[in-house]
């Protein structure tokens, strides 16, 4: 089985994850990280070699993927399974998850909060705004982020319920040609290019690793920190915190209900290689790894996963992450999108990380939103 | 004064038909090898055909055939997937290439990550290899530490460097002790680019730094002392007499440190992750990182042959120029 590799899922949690398969079922199963960058790029090397896993987790299928692995629609166990309609192809049930990761959450240091006089957290762009500068006068980073995808996979979190709530399933209207990807961020990059410009982003923090911002924020010295719920679980391991974490949904535009729909993915996807001689024996370890309540608690806990009517103990911040996904009008896919709602293109992520990251050096909302429309038009 | 040069004279002898310290030893006469072909039994031929037949088996199953196919996806579009059958679509994705903004820009990136590595890393080596030419144990210790960053993977230099030079790394938690302002070494985009060619000229030299050596022990020792009895300073002993006999060595570590630094990739995976804003993008990394995961490889092909190409016409052009200049030299 092919797996991400993580801060939180390391290879040891992998292995003692499936112990309990192996021991019942007497199959041994075969843990790898990636041997490229990430699973997916692994994946498609492997496919393209002929050397696939038997299952592989972490990503999620595209039109070229879904010839390459298994529909796993007869299977009476995947019903159940969380969001497995959100990621169907053409009708086909191609992956079973564990449950659902909130994407678009902002944490908070709620001392930071009060020494600077914010009372409440923000629910429109001018409140947040507001409470930027009051943290950046009490001596706070106001914002915390850092290099690599993270630059711009946060300026996507904070989007989402505005983007949403304005244009719900905004990938097809994309794909339908009925909005440009430009349109659709260049509010959020003028949002962004004025917290740059007043100081509220450290214009260094772009040369920094993702682990350093956590470790930042964690250090209690940053107001706020956008990030998925996937912190949770750094949070809960880093013991006591100098202060008291609080998150909440990102802000809207003003008239907007509050919150908006959050931005969410399946958690620890799971797809069966379509080529694979175990077959048989790869759709018993998925139907473990997302129907064990063992299997599922332990994934729940590792890696800030959320899943309805989950009898896991939560810390305080998990509890409040439960609540907001609850409080949700709904929850929808992000990036590139998911199923049969997804952009034209392949490669969002990357390429927006790298516009993002062109604010920081003086591009223009303007000239940053006509760049990825230019990408977009070059290769979609 | 009459300065001996050896660009004055013919081709250098070479080093074991030197006279060494202590007298010269009588030359053994060289015994012609083999005959000439004409005269050769055709059981001869056979023989050598079939010696070097398994070489040419290796260099046509693990060059011949991988280019060929990297030519062929090169005219496709194909996404690597046995399930897909290639498709011809002739020059498009050579179109697409030379179109594309990204694409470019990583060629410029690879262009200046290319030309300034290989000067920093040449000047690197040769003046290191100056400076550790004669052999005492400090010099053997010190070649063998010169030589360690190479051993290290590439990646992990990245990550080592990054720990080193990011914005909350060593160097500016120093600054920031001492109430300097940060320096960013990884956060602003010119700055970037030459961290990377930095890192990996400080990664590299090591190769270039052997090769340079080799050739410094090549250098005839009966020139240099008779360049220090015509009392020539030590920079007109290198400019004359050691730089002109380097030549065929720095025509090699040329070659070798901008075919290697042309293919930059690992470094940037650990370093800078491509940015800021793409600013550290390679050719390599825009291929390997980019155009692979998105299943391109009709269009990563292209990359990747154009990429053999520059690297071909870079080599060839610069033994091109070494035979030119060498011929001018003769004449």
């Known amino acids: ?380 | 004064m009459a300065l001996m040069s050896a660009s004055n004279t013919d081709t250098p002898p070479a080093a074991a038909d030197l006279p060494r310290e202590g007298g010269a030893r009588p030359r053994r006469p060289r015994r012609p090898i083999g005959r000439s072909s004409g005269s050769r039994p055709r059981t001869s031929r056979w023989v050598e055909a079939s010696m070097v037949l398994p070489a040419l088996v290796v260099f046509v199953g693990l060059l011949v055939v991988p280019v060929g196919y990297a030519v062929y996806y090169s005219f496709t579009d194909y996404n690597g997937f046995p399930t897909q059958t290639p498709e011809i679509v002739g020059f498009d994705n050579y179109v697409r290439l030379f179109e594309s903004a990204d694409v470019r820009g990583s060629m410029v990136v690879t262009a200046i990550v290319a030309v300034a590595g290989s000067m920093v890393i040449n000047a690197a080596a040769l003046g290191l290899a100056l400076l550790l030419w004669r052999t005492t144990r400090f010099t053997a210790f010190a070649r063998v530490v010169m030589f360690y960053p190479h051993v290290l993977s590439l990646i992990v230099v990245g990550f080592l460097w990054s720990a080193i030079l990011g914005p909350q790394g060593a160097v500016n938690s120093l600054l920031e002790s001492v109430g300097s302002s940060p320096l960013p070494f990884l956060s602003d985009e010119t700055w970037a680019l030459a961290t990377l060619i930095l890192v990996i000229a400080w990664a590299q030299f090591g190769v270039q730094l052997l090769i340079y050596l080799a050739g410094l022990q090549a250098v005839p020792a009966e020139l240099l002392e008779a360049s220090r009895m015509d009392g020539a300073n030590r920079w007109q002993t290198f400019r004359h007499v050691t730089w002109p006999a380097l030549a065929p060595s720095v025509t090699v570590a040329l070659i070798t440190s901008m075919i290697s630094l042309i293919k930059t990739y690992d470094v940037v995976v650990s370093l800078t992750g491509g940015g800021p804003a793409g600013s550290t993008k390679t050719f390599a990394y825009q291929i390997l990182a980019v155009e692979f995961p998105k299943r391109q490889v009709g269009l990563a092909s292209a990359e990747a042959v154009v990429l053999i190409l520059v690297a071909a016409i870079l080599a060839f052009g610069v033994l091109a120029l070494r035979r030119r200049h060498d011929q001018g030299v003769q004449e």
Not at chain 1, 149 to 168: S, Y
Not at chain 1, 216 to 245: I, T
């Open chain 1, 1 to 380: 089985m092919l797996v991400n590799l993580t801060d939180n899922l390391t290879k040891d949690f992998w292995n003692d994850l499936v112990k309990p398969f192996e021991d019942e079922t007497g199959i041994d199963v075969k843990i790898e990280g990636p041997t490229g960058t990430n699973v997916s790029e692994t994946f498609s090397s492997q496919l393209a070699a002929g050397t696939a896993p038997d299952v592989v987790q972490s990503i999620f299928p595209d039109d070229q993927i879904a010839p390459e692995v298994l529909d796993l629609s007869d299977e009476s166990w995947v019903e159940d399974t969380p969001m497995v309609d959100t990621y169907a192809i053409d009708g086909k049930r191609l992956v079973a998850g564990v449950g659902s990761q909130a994407q678009s959450l902002v944490y908070y240091n709620k001392t930071a909060f009060e020494k600077a006089g914010v009372k409440a957290t923000p629910q429109t762009w001018d409140e947040f705004d507001a409470a930027l500068g009051k943290l950046a006068e009490a001596g706070y980073t106001p914002l915390q982020t850092a290099g690599q995808w993270e630059t711009g996979l946060q300026l996507q979190q904070l989007w989402h319920p505005t983007l949403n709530t304005e244009q719900p399933e905004w990938q097809s209207a994309v794909a339908d040609e009925k909005l440009t990807l430009g349109d659709a961020f260049e509010p959020m990059f003028e949002h962004y290019a004025t917290w740059l410009g007043d100081g509220y982003i450290k214009k260094t923090d772009v040369g920094l690793d993702p682990t350093t911002a956590d470790a930042n924020f964690m250090d209690g010295k940053v107001g706020m920190y956008p990030l998925g719920s996937w912190l949770v679980a750094s949070l809960d391991n880093a013991g006591e915190l100098p202060f008291e974490v609080g998150v909440f949904s990102p802000p809207v535009d003003e008239g907007m209900a509050y919150p908006g729909p959050q931005g969410a993915t399946m958690a620890s996807p799971y797809m069966v290689y379509a080529g694979s001689e175990r077959s048989d024996e790869a759709l018993q370890l998925v139907e473990y790894l997302v129907t064990d309540q063992a299997a599922i608690e332990s994934q729940l806990t590792a890696d800030g996963v959320f899943r309805a009517g989950a009898s896991v103990e939560q810390s305080p911040v998990a509890t409040e992450i439960q609540a907001i996904i609850d409080e949700a009008p709904e929850l929808v896919t992000v990036g590139e999108g998911a199923g049969d709602i997804r952009l034209p293109v392949v490669g969002l992520n990357d390429k927006f990380t790298e516009i993002v990251q062109s604010l920081y050096t003086g591009t223009s909302p303007e000239d940053a939103a006509k760049a990825l429309d230019d990408w977009a038009e070059q290769n979609g």
